[in-house]
């Protein structure tokens, strides 16, 4: 698996909340899922997931919402990208 970091402008889609806690905890966290892509300069795309942390009464954003992003980017082998992000709304027209 691979690792870096990446910045930008995402469009976010097929958004859910998810709960997980560890094994034997008794606290819970929550995050949004959102679908994107990663667009490098040579022009390749890769469908990707933003994992964002979201306390348990946060709203999701809606499908084609812009959001400017930082975020540490796992690449497994055989699977698609995984973002772990934080991101900023962009406000629309």
């Known amino acids: 698996m ?5 910045f930008g402008f995402f469009a976010l889609s097929g958004s859910q909340r998810v709960q997980s806690s560890r094994p ?6 929550y995050h949004c ?5 990663v667009q490098c300069t040579s022009g390749v795309i890769f469908p990707a997931q933003l994992r ?3 306390p348990f009464n946060d709203t ?3 499908d084609d919402t812009v959001t400017f992003v930082v975020a ?7 699977h698609f990208l995984i973002v ?5 709304s962009v406000l629309g027209s």
């Open 72 to 78: 540490r980017t796992y690449i497994p082998k055989w």
């Open 33 to 37: 899922l959102y679908d994107t892509t």
């Open 60 to 62: 999701v954003h809606i």
């Open 84 to 88: 772990h992000a934080h991101l900023s």
């Open 52 to 54: 964002v942390y979201s």
């Open 2 to 6: 691979s690792t870096t970091t990446v």
């Open 24 to 29: 034997g905890a008794t606290s819970k966290t």
